[in-house]
């Protein structure tokens, strides 16, 4: 009973390592299972997408009640007056520590 055993099992043991070294099951059999599971993968995405398309915004009262205030109003005229008031001019370089540089200091 063993004896067959052992023998199946070596038959199939063949048989794989046979069929593993063709080139359409070692380079074709991962091609096709990537395609199916990509394809399985995108319609989990897609449903996402379809599931949240009813989801409507909260309205400013609504974010008021909630909240979340609206300070200012932010427009283009705006942010590029505030640019302009910075001092570009006077500027220092300041050097970020490395990786290997905060190891050291924290040995020491």
């Not at 070692?26 to 996402?48: H, K, M």
């Not at 001019?89 to 300041?94: A, G, P, R, T």
């Amino acid at each position: 009973m063993a004896e067959k055993l052992y023998f199946r099992l070596d038959s199939l043991k063949n048989i794989f390592l046979a069929y593993s070294k063709r080139k359409s099951i070692r380079y074709g059999l991962p091609f096709i299972l990537f395609v199916v599971g990509g394809s399985f993968g995108l319609r989990e995405w897609t449903q996402i997408r379809y599931q949240f398309s009813q989801v409507k915004g909260v309205s400013k009262e609504e974010a008021e009640k909630m909240g979340l205030h609206k300070t200012k109003e932010v427009t283009l005229e705006k942010a590029f007056d505030d640019i302009q008031k910075l001092d570009i001019d006077n500027w220092e370089n300041k050097r970020g520590p490395r990786p290997w540089e905060m190891q050291n200091e924290q040995r020491k």
